[in-house]
Protein backbone atom coordinates (compact mmCIF):
# COMPACT_ATOMS: atom_id res chain seq x y z
CA UNK A 1 0.00 0.00 0.00
CA UNK A 2 1.34 3.54 -0.76
CA UNK A 3 0.74 6.01 1.89
CA UNK A 4 0.15 9.89 1.07
CA UNK A 5 1.18 12.26 3.52
CA UNK A 6 -0.02 11.53 7.33
CA UNK A 7 -2.04 13.58 9.72
CA UNK A 8 -0.02 14.89 12.51
CA UNK A 9 -2.18 15.64 15.84
CA UNK A 10 -0.58 16.88 18.94
CA UNK A 11 -1.89 15.58 22.40
CA UNK A 12 -1.68 16.30 25.64
CA UNK A 13 -3.45 16.07 29.14
CA UNK A 14 -3.20 16.90 32.57
CA UNK A 15 -4.71 17.39 36.09
CA UNK A 16 -4.49 19.69 39.31
CA UNK A 17 -4.01 19.02 41.39
CA UNK A 18 -2.73 15.67 40.79
CA UNK A 19 -4.72 13.35 41.11
CA UNK A 20 -7.92 15.36 40.45
CA UNK A 21 -10.06 16.87 37.39
CA UNK A 22 -8.24 16.41 33.99
CA UNK A 23 -8.53 17.67 30.61
CA UNK A 24 -7.19 17.44 27.42
CA UNK A 25 -6.01 19.15 24.41
CA UNK A 26 -5.69 17.71 20.50
CA UNK A 27 -4.21 20.09 17.56
CA UNK A 28 -4.52 18.70 14.31
CA UNK A 29 -4.42 21.20 11.32
CA UNK A 30 -4.02 24.45 13.34
CA UNK A 31 -7.11 23.59 14.93
CA UNK A 32 -6.94 23.33 18.73
CA UNK A 33 -9.61 20.67 19.99
CA UNK A 34 -10.45 20.82 24.00
CA UNK A 35 -11.83 18.17 26.46
CA UNK A 36 -12.88 19.39 29.62
CA UNK A 37 -15.52 17.01 31.15
CA UNK A 38 -13.10 14.04 31.33
CA UNK A 39 -13.37 12.56 35.09
CA UNK A 40 -11.38 12.84 37.87
CA UNK A 41 -7.83 10.68 37.78
CA UNK A 42 -3.75 11.16 36.96
CA UNK A 43 -2.29 13.16 34.83
CA UNK A 44 -0.81 9.49 33.35
CA UNK A 45 -4.97 8.92 32.57
CA UNK A 46 -4.91 12.40 31.10
CA UNK A 47 -2.08 11.62 28.55
CA UNK A 48 -3.78 8.60 27.40
CA UNK A 49 -7.58 10.20 27.12
CA UNK A 50 -5.83 12.64 25.36
CA UNK A 51 -4.05 10.20 23.04
CA UNK A 52 -7.48 8.16 22.68
CA UNK A 53 -9.06 11.53 22.10
CA UNK A 54 -6.54 12.36 19.35
CA UNK A 55 -7.48 8.74 17.32
CA UNK A 56 -11.51 9.85 17.88
CA UNK A 57 -10.56 13.48 16.10
CA UNK A 58 -8.77 11.85 13.30
CA UNK A 59 -11.37 9.13 12.81
CA UNK A 60 -14.14 12.00 12.19
CA UNK A 61 -12.21 13.90 9.58
CA UNK A 62 -11.77 10.70 7.97
CA UNK A 63 -7.97 10.26 7.98
CA UNK A 64 -5.98 7.67 7.31
CA UNK A 65 -2.59 7.73 8.05
CA UNK A 66 -2.00 9.73 11.06
CA UNK A 67 1.16 10.42 13.27
CA UNK A 68 0.42 11.39 17.28
CA UNK A 69 2.97 13.42 18.58
CA UNK A 70 3.35 13.84 22.37
CA UNK A 71 5.25 14.64 25.40
CA UNK A 72 4.79 11.90 27.25
CA UNK A 73 6.87 9.27 27.49
CA UNK A 74 4.72 6.62 29.02
CA UNK A 75 1.95 6.76 26.78
CA UNK A 76 4.36 6.93 23.89
CA UNK A 77 6.35 3.58 25.59
CA UNK A 78 3.32 1.76 26.02
CA UNK A 79 1.28 2.29 23.14
CA UNK A 80 4.09 1.72 20.74
CA UNK A 81 5.03 -1.73 22.63
CA UNK A 82 7.97 -0.76 24.23
CA UNK A 83 6.68 -0.87 27.93
CA UNK A 84 4.13 -2.81 29.56
CA UNK A 85 1.24 -1.08 31.21
CA UNK A 86 1.63 -1.33 35.14
CA UNK A 87 -1.97 -0.98 36.21
CA UNK A 88 -5.64 -2.08 35.20
CA UNK A 89 -6.65 1.67 34.79
CA UNK A 90 -3.25 2.02 31.77
CA UNK A 91 -4.04 -1.38 30.76
CA UNK A 92 -7.83 -0.03 29.84
CA UNK A 93 -6.65 3.12 28.33
CA UNK A 94 -4.13 0.96 25.96
CA UNK A 95 -7.04 -1.30 25.12
CA UNK A 96 -9.41 1.13 23.86
CA UNK A 97 -6.79 2.88 21.84
CA UNK A 98 -5.73 -0.24 20.12
CA UNK A 99 -9.38 -0.54 19.73
CA UNK A 100 -9.74 2.83 18.18
CA UNK A 101 -6.20 2.49 16.12
CA UNK A 102 -7.79 -0.56 14.27
CA UNK A 103 -9.74 2.12 12.39
CA UNK A 104 -6.81 3.53 10.46
CA UNK A 105 -4.32 2.53 7.86
CA UNK A 106 -1.52 3.46 9.72
CA UNK A 107 -1.13 5.19 13.28
CA UNK A 108 2.61 6.54 14.57
CA UNK A 109 2.69 7.62 17.56
CA UNK A 110 6.10 9.66 18.46
CA UNK A 111 7.71 11.63 21.23
CA UNK A 112 8.15 14.99 21.65
CA UNK A 113 9.95 17.74 23.63
CA UNK A 114 7.26 19.71 25.82
CA UNK A 115 7.82 23.18 24.34
CA UNK A 116 7.53 21.32 20.56
CA UNK A 117 3.80 20.14 21.49
CA UNK A 118 1.17 22.64 20.19
CA UNK A 119 -1.08 20.69 22.62
CA UNK A 120 0.53 21.62 25.78
CA UNK A 121 0.91 24.97 24.79
CA UNK A 122 -2.73 25.26 24.55
CA UNK A 123 -3.45 23.74 27.66
CA UNK A 124 -0.79 26.41 29.25
CA UNK A 125 -2.34 29.11 27.69
CA UNK A 126 -5.82 28.45 29.44
CA UNK A 127 -4.46 28.63 32.77
CA UNK A 128 -1.62 31.19 32.98
CA UNK A 129 0.39 31.81 35.93
Known sequence: ??????TKLFFDGGCRPNPGPFEC???RKGV??????????????AE?????HALEIAHLEGDRDITLLGDSTLVVTQASGKARCRSADLEAHLSRFAALAEHFDRVRIRHIGRAQNLAGIAL?????R
Open 1 to 6: MTYGQS
Open 48 to 52: WLAAI
Open 124 to 128: TRLHP
Open 25 to 27: AVV
Open 32 to 45: THYRHDLGEGTNSD
